[in-house]
Structures are given as C-alpha cells and as structure tokens.
C-alpha cells in the first residue's frame, strides 16, 4: 500500500513546508516512474503479446458492457468503471447544485480498502461503491472524490461524483479544491483547472500552475523562459505571463518578479487588474512576503556595504516603509508587537520585542524570544556557556526567572519546564507551572509532561531507559491522578461534561467514555477510534477480533450514547491493516448519521 500513500504524503507537504511546487511535482512524476521501472524489470512477456491480448480484453470487455450487462440488469445505480462523459451525464452527476444533500450523504461513507482495491461504504455496512479503484480519496466539502487506477503503469486520475465518475480516467494529477476549483494535469502534462463537474474552466494550456487565492491563480508557461502570469475563475486571463516569479494574492495584492536592464530583478506588488502599485525601489531586494491582515508586509534584501548580511524591513500598502531595514530578522505582528532582532556585524543576533513604531518594548539582549502570547514571551539567556530559559513579561519583567534548561510547551495557560535535559533523552526531567507563579501537580516532576487540555496532563516516569520503556498516567493540573491503575494514555472532556478517555492494553490503544465524577467506565474501552463524539452521542468503530487476521481487520461501526448504551450496530466490513492503521478507512464527519441513527433506536 506504500505506492497510495506517495501522492498523498506528497501534497501534504506543502502544507508544513515551503517547497517549491515544481519540485513537488518532479518528485511525484520521478516516484512514478520508478514504480513503473519497477514493474517492467518483473515483466518480460514480448510486447506483440501484450498488445494482442490488451486489444482481446478491450473487445472483450466492450461487448460485456454493450450487451451482456443490458440484459441482466447490471448497471444503473452501480458505479460504472467508466462512464461515457456527455453534456447530459454531466449535467445530472453536477454535485454544485446538490451540495448539501452532497455533504450528508458522502459526508458519512467510509473509504474501505478491499484485495487492493478502493470504494466506499455506509455505516451500515453496505457497499455503496464497490472496490474498484486504485486509490481513492475521502469525499471533500463539494461532495467529490479523487480516484485513481493505474493504466499502462502510470497513475490516472479522474473525478467521482454522486451518480458516478464526473470524468474519465483521463488525468495525470488533480489538486486539492480551493474556492470550488482543482489544478488538474492532462495527459500532454499541461495545467488547467477543473469545476466540481468535471468540465475544464481554466483550460491545461499551462506548464505550471498555482491554486485559487482571492479569485485568481497563477500560471506558468516556460517555452523559452520562465513566465508567470493571472487568471480569474472564469479563465480569463487577467495578466499575461510575463514575471519569473510570483506568489499567490493575499489581502487584494500579489507580489511579482520580472527581469530587468543589466540582469537586475525588479519586485512589484499587483492588484487584481494587472497594475503595479507598489514597486519595490530598493536595491538588492531579495524577496517580500504576502501582505497580512494588518496591511503590512516583510521585504528582505543585502546590505549594499556587506552583501552577506541580510536586512529586514516592513512596508504598508502605499509601499512606505514603517519599519526601516535595521533588523536581521522580524517576525510577524501579534497583537502590534513583533519579535526582532537588529542588524549585528558581530553575528551575535540577540532579540527583543518591538512595537508598531520600532519602539523596543523588550530590549534586545536575549539569545532566543519567542511565543507572544497574553503578554508572555518565551526568553532565552546563556548562562556559563548553555542556555536557561523563562517567561518574560513585556514590561521586561521575569514572570518566571531563566533558571531552567528550556520551555517545553505553552499551552492553556500553563507551561512545561525541562529541568533537567537528560543525556540523549534518558534522565529528562520536566515540570509544570500557571501563569500566576505556581507549579502545579502538587509540586511533583515527571520525566515526560504534556498538556491534553486544561483539564488533564499526561505525565510519565522512566521504567526502563536501556529499553525505552515507560510508565504513563493522566493528572488533573491539581495533582490528583485521574483513574490510577488503568494504563490510560488520554482523557478529554467533552461538552457533555464526560471524558474520552483510551488506554492501553494487550499492545494496543482503546478507547471508551468515562464519568469523571464517579471515575468509572460509562462505555468500556472496546473501540479502536471513536470518530466523533458531541451532545451524549458518539460513532464508534470497533474491531471483531477473533475474525481479524495478520493482513485483514474485520470490525463495525457502533453508535452510543453517553448512558452507556450502544444504539447502533453495522454490519461487518474487512480491511487491511495498513488501511486500518492509518485510519483511512474512516471519514472525518459522520456525527450527523451517527444521531440520526440514535434518535431512530431512541423513538
């Protein structure tokens, strides 16, 4: 199941980091064609063959689907593999004018995985799409679903609607939907966008393209040079390409890049007509960030003295500086106050907190400063030649005086100290403190402190360090160990003032609901996920598992309520265990079925 994973993994990291899409993309095309290599060294049968007996299967295959499947009734509202697109399919499978009904229904399907193949079932257990797919997404907000089969070794995608395939399998790549538009890939590896229908709005005409941001998108055509230009949702083009680089529209404006006289970079901020409204007249300039919702933006450029030092400095709107480049670093502003640090040849970097004016609230005298929260901020002194950390207020003040190794979290209005750093994470000790200047689970330390939520601390004490091995239990913040004894792992209150409580046993995490007054099980730990939990009832899933297997994982999906009683039972359903490890087996909403089917049971 590794190979379903690499697209997905992939577009997960533009989410946490800044890659370059072009990179992204390379990437994913090299992953494929070394699954493809792969697969051809395992094949050796001469092509003739292959070409006789793909040419034999298609007949074959037509001759089903026109008149043998006609005949017995197979068809209709099962999923056809591949449907003819027409106008008239298009127009009856169009989800945009059935979102909501969209949403409930595919909302709560169940990605299931079977013999290696994907489709979606309902909580009752029925197969609602049969396996057929190659990989296949869960149904997003606009009530589609990204599918893929591999034809002729390579991934093709197409798009899954309520009726049936919106399109063929005749894609290279589709984009996550952003503003009721996907990036889409054609087969001649040209970009475009396509709607919730299927039907290509902006046309792949493009080597490269950008979501939708505030109604436009950037795209690319690199024929000779690299060229960037705007369209709208309509796909009408806007601005020309013509910058070698751009970035998305933030706040009304985007910022581009085009090449000048004598090979000089000239940067711009466009609005949303093509025109230039700001120019960035500074030399050296090497790049700027998209404007915030306080209208500012952070340039950054070289010292035009010393090209290896780098400035920082803040625009507006009109393109006025309003925080001159006297910094080596700036962050963004939270609550009109930024972390900074001023230009320093000596390369020494201390940080302070600086107003909207440049007033410095905070002298910069600090090591490290970060996480202005509440008027708190995380601070770092070198003391004998290793840092100590604490909270520093911003009048300047120490809440907490730089007497511990580091902060390790902050949150909830407490915060985690390390004491003592261990050596290669053995030894560590922790310990956790208010906001008002006192330490709390009664004073005790652990070797490992997370903060759940205000309510519960997961705290451990080293068994076995050679081995890794350690003890776990829930605190609440006043010292008091919550259910001693259980093994537990994790508690959260819920709005029902009850807790969801998992704990470990025989190797593995379950989890059940608890009464924390009376600290007893009002629903035993059985389920391997609780999808969803609000107003007293929750969905379930639990495995059966003495029908469960090394490469197979039988279970149900269940509906209780927070009386202890289980309302709803599905029918059982098979996965494998990479699927049902990874949770992909499961939809991110199905609360609204799950009371639907209690309220059913209630009345």
């Not at 604490?390 to 300047?396: E, M, N, P, S, T």
């Not at 004073?443 to 402190?449: A, L, P, S, V, W």
């Not at 007893?520 to 899933?541: A, D, Q």
Request: aromatic share 10%.
């Amino acid at each position: 199941m590794a190979k379903h994973r690499i697209h997905r993994e992939l577009k997960n990291v533009k989410k946490y980091l800044p890659v370059d899409e072009n990179f992204l993309h390379k990437l994913h095309e090299d992953l494929s064609d070394l699954e493809l290599l792969k697969k051809r060294s395992n094949n050796r049968i001469p092509n003739f063959i292959k070409f006789a007996v793909s040419i034999s299967c298609c007949l074959v295959a037509l001759i089903i689907c026109v008149f043998v499947m006609p005949r017995l009734g197979i068809g209709g509202d099962k999923l056809p593999i591949n449907p003819e697109i027409t106008d008239s399919s298009v127009a009856e499978n169009d989800p945009s004018s059935e979102k909501e009904n969209a949403l409930h229904e595919f909302g709560d399907l169940l990605v299931v995985c079977a013999d290696d193949k994907f489709g979606f079932m309902n909580l009752s257990g029925e197969m609602v799409i049969e396996p057929q797919f190659d990989y296949a997404s869960e149904f997003n907000e606009y009530g589609v679903a990204t599918v893929m089969n591999y034809i002729n070794g390579r991934k093709t995608y197409g798009l899954l609607g309520l009726n049936g395939l919106l399109t063929d399998f005749n894609l290279w790549d589709i984009g996550d939907f952003h503003e009721g538009l996907a990036k889409a890939k054609n087969k001649e590896g040209k970009y475009g966008f396509i709607d919730t229908t299927g039907k290509w709005v902006v046309q792949p005409i493009y080597d490269n393209a950008m979501d939708f941001s505030e109604g436009m998108a950037a795209v690319g055509l690199f024929s000779e040079t690299e060229r960037w230009g705007f369209v709208d949702k309509n796909g009408n083009v806007i601005v020309e390409p013509q910058y070698q680089r751009v970035k998305s529209f933030s706040n009304g404006l985007a910022f581009v890049e085009e090449q000048g006289s004598w090979q000089i970079s000239l940067k711009h901020y466009i609005d949303k007509t093509g025109d230039k409204v700001i120019t960035l007249p500074w030399n050296l300039v090497l790049d700027s960030s998209s404007f915030d919702d306080d209208g500012t933006a952070i340039v950054q450029k070289v010292s035009e003295e010393d090209m290896s030092i780098g400035m920082v400095g803040v625009i507006n709107r009109q393109g006025d500086i309003v925080l001159p480049f006297d910094y080596s670093f700036i962050s963004e502003a939270t609550d009109g106050l930024r972390l900074a640090s001023p230009v320093d040849k000596s390369g020494s970097n201390l940080c302070g907190v600086i107003d909207e004016k440049g007033n410095w609230v905070v002298e910069p005298k600090y090591y490290e400063v970060s996480s202005i929260k509440n008027g708190l901020i995380t601070a770092t002194v070198l003391k004998d030649g290793r840092p100590h950390s604490g909270i520093l207020k911003v009048d300047g003040t120490w809440l907490y005086e730089p007497i511990h190794y580091s902060v390790f979290s902050f949150k909830d209005d407490m915060v985690v100290f390390v004491e003592e750093r261990g050596y290669h994470g053995v030894g560590v000790v922790m310990s956790l403190y208010d906001l008002k200047g006192n330490q709390l689970l009664g004073g005790r330390k652990f070797n490992q402190i997370e903060i759940l939520s205000k309510d519960y601390i997961r705290c451990g004490t080293d068994v076995d360090t050679a081995k890794g091995i350690v003890s776990w239990s829930i605190f609440t913040p006043d010292g008091n160990e919550f259910m001693p004894g259980t093994n537990m792992r994790t508690a959260h209150l819920m709005d029902d003032g009850n807790v969801l409580a998992t704990v470990l046993k025989e190797d593995e995490f379950y989890t059940g609901l608890v009464d924390p007054k009376t600290e007893k099980w009002i629903i035993e730990p059985i389920y391997y996920n609780v999808i969803k939990y609000s107003g007293g009832v929750g969905v379930g899933i639990r495995k059966i598992k003495e029908k469960c297997t090394e490469e197979t994982i039988v279970f149900v999906a269940e509906v209780f309520d927070s009386l202890g009683k289980i309302k709803y039972t599905s029918k059982e359903q098979s996965t494998s265990l990479d699927i049902f490890q990874g949770n992909r087996f499961t939809s991110s909403d199905v609360l609204q079925m799950a009371e639907d089917k209690a309220e059913e049971e209630i009345k």
